[in-house]
Protein backbone atom coordinates (compact mmCIF):
# COMPACT_ATOMS: atom_id res chain seq x y z
CA UNK A 1 0.00 0.00 0.00
CA UNK A 2 2.80 2.25 0.94
CA UNK A 3 4.53 1.92 -2.52
CA UNK A 4 1.12 2.70 -4.35
CA UNK A 5 0.62 6.07 -1.93
CA UNK A 6 4.64 6.81 -3.22
CA UNK A 7 3.96 6.28 -7.00
CA UNK A 8 0.58 8.59 -5.96
CA UNK A 9 2.51 11.24 -4.56
CA UNK A 10 4.91 12.14 -7.44
CA UNK A 11 1.78 11.45 -9.70
CA UNK A 12 0.43 14.14 -7.81
CA UNK A 13 3.32 16.88 -7.73
CA UNK A 14 4.18 16.02 -11.28
CA UNK A 15 0.55 17.11 -12.40
CA UNK A 16 -0.12 19.77 -10.27
CA UNK A 17 3.32 21.70 -9.82
CA UNK A 18 3.57 23.14 -6.38
CA UNK A 19 1.20 22.21 -3.77
CA UNK A 20 1.33 22.18 0.56
CA UNK A 21 1.63 19.29 2.42
CA UNK A 22 -1.49 19.89 4.04
CA UNK A 23 -3.19 19.58 0.57
CA UNK A 24 -1.15 16.30 0.07
CA UNK A 25 -2.25 14.55 2.95
CA UNK A 26 -5.70 15.33 3.12
CA UNK A 27 -5.55 13.78 -0.64
CA UNK A 28 -3.92 10.85 -0.16
CA UNK A 29 -6.20 10.22 3.30
CA UNK A 30 -2.64 10.33 5.20
CA UNK A 31 -1.45 12.79 8.15
CA UNK A 32 0.92 15.52 7.24
CA UNK A 33 3.52 13.98 9.17
CA UNK A 34 3.38 10.76 6.49
CA UNK A 35 3.73 12.80 3.37
CA UNK A 36 7.37 14.42 5.30
CA UNK A 37 8.18 10.78 5.78
CA UNK A 38 6.95 9.51 1.99
CA UNK A 39 8.60 12.75 0.73
CA UNK A 40 12.26 11.90 2.91
CA UNK A 41 11.95 8.21 1.04
CA UNK A 42 11.04 9.40 -2.60
CA UNK A 43 14.25 11.60 -1.97
CA UNK A 44 16.47 8.99 -0.59
CA UNK A 45 15.31 6.98 -3.74
CA UNK A 46 16.52 9.52 -6.43
CA UNK A 47 13.45 11.31 -6.78
CA UNK A 48 14.22 15.29 -6.80
CA UNK A 49 11.64 16.28 -4.27
CA UNK A 50 12.48 19.80 -3.46
CA UNK A 51 10.49 21.28 0.06
CA UNK A 52 10.14 24.68 0.76
CA UNK A 53 8.21 26.53 3.93
CA UNK A 54 6.74 30.28 4.52
CA UNK A 55 3.07 31.49 2.58
CA UNK A 56 4.33 30.58 -0.52
CA UNK A 57 6.11 27.52 0.10
CA UNK A 58 5.24 23.63 -0.80
CA UNK A 59 6.43 20.58 -2.13
CA UNK A 60 7.23 19.96 -5.84
CA UNK A 61 9.62 18.05 -8.35
CA UNK A 62 12.77 19.79 -9.78
CA UNK A 63 12.33 21.53 -12.48
CA UNK A 64 12.55 19.35 -15.75
CA UNK A 65 11.75 15.81 -13.88
CA UNK A 66 9.50 13.60 -15.42
CA UNK A 67 8.20 10.63 -13.34
CA UNK A 68 8.79 7.59 -15.61
CA UNK A 69 5.82 4.56 -15.15
CA UNK A 70 7.61 2.20 -14.07
CA UNK A 71 6.88 -0.54 -11.79
CA UNK A 72 3.26 -1.60 -13.36
CA UNK A 73 2.50 -4.94 -13.51
CA UNK A 74 1.09 -6.51 -16.18
CA UNK A 75 -2.37 -6.69 -15.16
CA UNK A 76 -1.82 -3.23 -13.84
CA UNK A 77 -0.90 -2.22 -17.33
CA UNK A 78 -3.66 -4.31 -19.77
CA UNK A 79 -6.07 -2.19 -17.18
CA UNK A 80 -4.89 0.94 -18.39
CA UNK A 81 -5.14 -0.13 -22.21
CA UNK A 82 -8.12 -2.24 -22.36
CA UNK A 83 -11.04 0.07 -22.48
CA UNK A 84 -10.67 2.38 -25.89
CA UNK A 85 -13.01 5.29 -26.12
CA UNK A 86 -11.67 7.30 -28.97
CA UNK A 87 -14.22 9.22 -30.44
CA UNK A 88 -14.55 11.33 -26.60
CA UNK A 89 -10.78 12.01 -26.49
CA UNK A 90 -10.54 12.73 -30.15
CA UNK A 91 -13.43 15.38 -29.52
CA UNK A 92 -11.02 16.82 -27.12
CA UNK A 93 -8.36 16.85 -28.94
CA UNK A 94 -6.57 14.27 -26.76
CA UNK A 95 -6.51 10.95 -29.68
CA UNK A 96 -2.78 11.46 -30.02
CA UNK A 97 -2.03 12.40 -26.47
CA UNK A 98 -4.33 8.72 -25.84
CA UNK A 99 -2.06 6.49 -28.87
CA UNK A 100 1.51 8.15 -26.94
CA UNK A 101 0.61 7.22 -23.79
CA UNK A 102 -0.46 3.71 -24.40
CA UNK A 103 2.58 3.17 -26.03
CA UNK A 104 4.35 4.57 -23.01
CA UNK A 105 2.70 2.02 -20.44
CA UNK A 106 3.31 -0.88 -22.71
CA UNK A 107 7.51 -0.01 -23.10
CA UNK A 108 7.95 0.72 -19.45
CA UNK A 109 5.49 -1.75 -18.00
CA UNK A 110 7.11 -4.79 -20.66
CA UNK A 111 3.35 -5.83 -21.86
CA UNK A 112 2.18 -7.16 -24.90
CA UNK A 113 2.53 -4.50 -27.70
CA UNK A 114 -1.28 -5.59 -28.83
CA UNK A 115 -4.49 -2.72 -29.34
CA UNK A 116 -7.34 -2.42 -26.66
CA UNK A 117 -9.10 -5.19 -26.60
CA UNK A 118 -12.72 -3.43 -25.46
CA UNK A 119 -13.84 -0.85 -27.06
CA UNK A 120 -16.69 1.64 -25.75
CA UNK A 121 -19.16 2.89 -28.03
CA UNK A 122 -21.44 5.56 -25.90
CA UNK A 123 -23.55 7.22 -27.90
CA UNK A 124 -27.05 5.52 -28.95
CA UNK A 125 -28.13 3.60 -31.95
CA UNK A 126 -29.97 6.08 -34.67
CA UNK A 127 -29.06 8.89 -32.43
CA UNK A 128 -27.65 12.23 -34.51
CA UNK A 129 -24.27 13.31 -34.20
CA UNK A 130 -24.58 16.68 -31.61
CA UNK A 131 -22.17 19.59 -33.24
CA UNK A 132 -19.99 20.82 -30.28
CA UNK A 133 -17.80 23.57 -31.95
CA UNK A 134 -16.27 24.56 -28.71
CA UNK A 135 -15.59 21.49 -26.55
CA UNK A 136 -11.83 22.00 -27.07
CA UNK A 137 -12.22 25.78 -25.62
CA UNK A 138 -13.95 24.23 -22.77
CA UNK A 139 -11.56 21.37 -21.96
CA UNK A 140 -9.06 24.02 -22.85
CA UNK A 141 -10.23 26.47 -19.91
CA UNK A 142 -10.77 23.12 -17.48
CA UNK A 143 -6.78 22.27 -18.22
CA UNK A 144 -5.60 25.41 -17.73
CA UNK A 145 -7.76 26.17 -14.49
CA UNK A 146 -9.26 29.50 -16.41
CA UNK A 147 -12.13 30.73 -16.35
CA UNK A 148 -14.69 31.09 -19.49
CA UNK A 149 -16.79 33.16 -21.16
CA UNK A 150 -19.64 31.66 -22.83
CA UNK A 151 -22.81 32.44 -24.06
CA UNK A 152 -25.62 29.77 -23.97
CA UNK A 153 -28.98 29.27 -26.29
CA UNK A 154 -30.39 32.35 -27.51
CA UNK A 155 -29.55 33.76 -24.28
CA UNK A 156 -27.70 37.50 -25.24
CA UNK A 157 -25.49 38.38 -21.85
CA UNK A 158 -22.60 35.98 -21.54
CA UNK A 159 -22.01 34.30 -18.39
CA UNK A 160 -18.14 34.22 -16.72
CA UNK A 161 -17.87 30.39 -15.16
CA UNK A 162 -15.43 28.92 -13.04
CA UNK A 163 -15.29 25.28 -14.93
CA UNK A 164 -15.40 21.92 -12.55
CA UNK A 165 -15.54 19.30 -15.18
CA UNK A 166 -16.84 18.17 -18.91
CA UNK A 167 -19.17 14.44 -18.56
CA UNK A 168 -20.33 12.84 -21.61
CA UNK A 169 -23.38 11.45 -21.57
CA UNK A 170 -24.47 8.85 -24.28
CA UNK A 171 -22.36 10.77 -26.81
CA UNK A 172 -23.73 14.34 -25.70
CA UNK A 173 -21.54 16.47 -23.91
CA UNK A 174 -22.13 18.82 -20.49
CA UNK A 175 -19.94 21.13 -18.74
CA UNK A 176 -20.48 21.47 -15.17
CA UNK A 177 -19.33 24.74 -13.72
CA UNK A 178 -20.39 27.53 -11.20
CA UNK A 179 -21.11 30.87 -11.79
CA UNK A 180 -17.77 32.86 -11.29
CA UNK A 181 -17.16 34.80 -7.54
CA UNK A 182 -19.80 31.90 -6.19
CA UNK A 183 -16.96 29.59 -4.93
CA UNK A 184 -15.10 31.54 -2.04
CA UNK A 185 -12.05 29.91 -1.11
CA UNK A 186 -11.92 31.13 2.45
CA UNK A 187 -15.99 30.54 3.43
CA UNK A 188 -17.45 32.54 0.93
CA UNK A 189 -20.29 35.26 1.41
CA UNK A 190 -22.33 33.58 -1.50
CA UNK A 191 -25.74 32.02 -0.18
CA UNK A 192 -25.96 28.38 -1.14
CA UNK A 193 -27.97 28.41 -4.12
CA UNK A 194 -25.29 30.29 -5.76
CA UNK A 195 -22.16 28.05 -4.68
CA UNK A 196 -24.84 25.21 -7.02
CA UNK A 197 -22.33 23.90 -9.73
CA UNK A 198 -24.98 24.10 -12.58
CA UNK A 199 -25.16 22.12 -16.27
CA UNK A 200 -24.87 23.02 -19.26
CA UNK A 201 -25.63 21.37 -22.69
CA UNK A 202 -22.23 21.91 -24.43
CA UNK A 203 -24.20 21.76 -28.16
CA UNK A 204 -25.90 24.81 -26.95
CA UNK A 205 -22.58 26.69 -26.14
CA UNK A 206 -23.28 29.66 -29.01
CA UNK A 207 -20.05 31.56 -27.88
CA UNK A 208 -16.63 30.58 -25.62
CA UNK A 209 -13.18 31.96 -24.47
CA UNK A 210 -11.12 31.51 -21.54
CA UNK A 211 -10.02 34.04 -19.57
CA UNK A 212 -6.98 35.18 -18.02
CA UNK A 213 -8.30 35.19 -14.97
CA UNK A 214 -7.31 31.57 -13.25
CA UNK A 215 -10.78 29.38 -11.80
CA UNK A 216 -11.57 29.45 -8.23
CA UNK A 217 -12.88 26.09 -7.57
CA UNK A 218 -13.47 23.39 -4.52
CA UNK A 219 -10.87 21.06 -4.59
CA UNK A 220 -13.04 18.55 -2.82
CA UNK A 221 -15.32 18.49 -5.54
CA UNK A 222 -16.57 15.01 -7.15
CA UNK A 223 -17.27 15.36 -10.30
CA UNK A 224 -18.90 11.82 -10.58
CA UNK A 225 -20.46 11.81 -7.32
CA UNK A 226 -22.31 15.41 -8.35
CA UNK A 227 -23.31 13.98 -11.31
CA UNK A 228 -25.20 10.76 -10.14
CA UNK A 229 -26.68 13.52 -7.53
CA UNK A 230 -28.20 15.26 -10.21
CA UNK A 231 -28.97 12.96 -12.99
CA UNK A 232 -31.10 11.33 -10.09
CA UNK A 233 -32.83 14.60 -9.76
CA UNK A 234 -33.04 15.10 -13.40
CA UNK A 235 -34.42 12.37 -13.59
CA UNK A 236 -37.53 12.15 -10.62
CA UNK A 237 -37.96 16.44 -11.42
CA UNK A 238 -38.88 15.59 -14.80
CA UNK A 239 -43.01 16.12 -15.59
CA UNK A 240 -45.20 12.77 -15.33
CA UNK A 241 -48.51 11.61 -16.49
CA UNK A 242 -49.11 7.96 -14.78
CA UNK A 243 -51.54 5.76 -17.13
CA UNK A 244 -53.05 2.23 -15.95
CA UNK A 245 -53.18 -0.17 -19.16
CA UNK A 246 -54.55 -3.50 -20.03
CA UNK A 247 -51.69 -5.11 -22.44
CA UNK A 248 -52.01 -8.42 -24.29
CA UNK A 249 -48.74 -10.76 -24.22
CA UNK A 250 -47.63 -9.67 -27.43
CA UNK A 251 -47.15 -6.29 -25.77
CA UNK A 252 -45.61 -7.22 -22.48
CA UNK A 253 -42.92 -8.90 -24.85
CA UNK A 254 -41.98 -5.66 -27.12
CA UNK A 255 -41.96 -3.27 -23.75
CA UNK A 256 -38.44 -3.35 -22.70
CA UNK A 257 -37.44 -2.58 -26.88
CA UNK A 258 -39.97 0.37 -26.80
CA UNK A 259 -39.39 1.62 -23.23
CA UNK A 260 -36.05 0.57 -22.51
CA UNK A 261 -34.24 -0.19 -19.23
CA UNK A 262 -37.51 0.70 -16.97
CA UNK A 263 -39.85 -1.70 -18.30
CA UNK A 264 -38.44 -4.26 -16.24
CA UNK A 265 -39.89 -2.63 -13.02
CA UNK A 266 -43.24 -1.95 -15.13
CA UNK A 267 -43.73 -5.76 -15.53
CA UNK A 268 -42.50 -7.26 -12.37
CA UNK A 269 -45.22 -4.98 -10.66
CA UNK A 270 -47.63 -5.56 -13.15
CA UNK A 271 -50.94 -7.47 -12.01
CA UNK A 272 -52.12 -11.42 -13.02
CA UNK A 273 -53.10 -12.17 -16.48
CA UNK A 274 -56.87 -12.70 -17.28
CA UNK A 275 -58.71 -15.05 -19.02
CA UNK A 276 -56.87 -13.48 -22.62
CA UNK A 277 -53.55 -13.71 -21.45
CA UNK A 278 -54.14 -9.27 -20.55
CA UNK A 279 -52.20 -8.04 -17.56
CA UNK A 280 -52.63 -4.58 -16.13
CA UNK A 281 -49.80 -2.20 -15.73
CA UNK A 282 -48.96 1.19 -15.25
CA UNK A 283 -46.97 3.28 -17.52
CA UNK A 284 -45.21 6.50 -17.34
CA UNK A 285 -44.95 9.16 -20.36
CA UNK A 286 -43.84 13.06 -19.79
CA UNK A 287 -47.48 14.00 -20.78
CA UNK A 288 -50.84 13.10 -21.85
CA UNK A 289 -50.83 13.41 -25.37
CA UNK A 290 -47.25 11.73 -25.89
CA UNK A 291 -48.90 8.91 -24.25
CA UNK A 292 -51.92 8.79 -26.38
CA UNK A 293 -49.68 8.73 -29.20
CA UNK A 294 -47.48 5.88 -28.54
CA UNK A 295 -50.06 3.96 -27.15
CA UNK A 296 -51.82 4.18 -30.19
CA UNK A 297 -49.38 2.29 -32.22
CA UNK A 298 -50.08 -0.67 -29.95
CA UNK A 299 -53.25 -1.20 -31.84
CA UNK A 300 -55.41 -3.58 -29.86
CA UNK A 301 -52.83 -5.17 -28.03
CA UNK A 302 -53.27 -2.42 -25.54
CA UNK A 303 -56.22 -0.78 -23.65
CA UNK A 304 -56.10 2.65 -21.67
CA UNK A 305 -57.66 2.27 -18.13
CA UNK A 306 -57.26 5.62 -17.03
CA UNK A 307 -57.03 8.48 -16.72
CA UNK A 308 -60.05 9.33 -19.03
CA UNK A 309 -58.35 11.81 -20.89
CA UNK A 310 -55.75 9.92 -22.09
CA UNK A 311 -58.12 7.13 -23.34
CA UNK A 312 -60.12 9.81 -24.84
CA UNK A 313 -56.69 10.86 -26.69
CA UNK A 314 -56.35 7.68 -27.85
CA UNK A 315 -59.67 6.87 -29.02
CA UNK A 316 -59.59 10.72 -30.77
CA UNK A 317 -56.30 9.98 -32.76
CA UNK A 318 -57.47 6.28 -34.11
CA UNK A 319 -60.52 8.53 -35.59
CA UNK A 320 -58.35 10.68 -36.88
CA UNK A 321 -55.84 7.59 -38.41
CA UNK A 322 -59.15 6.51 -39.83
CA UNK A 323 -60.48 9.54 -41.30
CA UNK A 324 -57.07 10.49 -42.85
CA UNK A 325 -57.24 6.65 -44.85
CA UNK A 326 -60.61 6.70 -45.68
Avoid at 174 to 180: E, F, S
Wanted: charged content about 25%.
Amino acid sequence: MRADRLVSLVLLLQARGRVSAAALAAELRVSVRTVYRDLATLSASGVPVLTESGPNGGCRLLDGYAFPLRGLTADEASALLLPGVPAALAELGLGAPLATAHRKIRITSGGPAQPPLVHLDMPKWFAAKEAVPHLRTLASALRDRRRLRIRYRDQLVPRVLDPLGLVNKAGLWYLVAVRAGAVDPVGGAAGDGEREPAVFRAGRITSASVLAEPAVRDEEFDLAAFWARWSADFETSRPSCAVRVRASPVALDVFPEIFGDGAHAILAAAGPPDRDGFREVTLTFEHELAAAHRLAGFGGHVEVLSPASVRADVIATAREILERYR
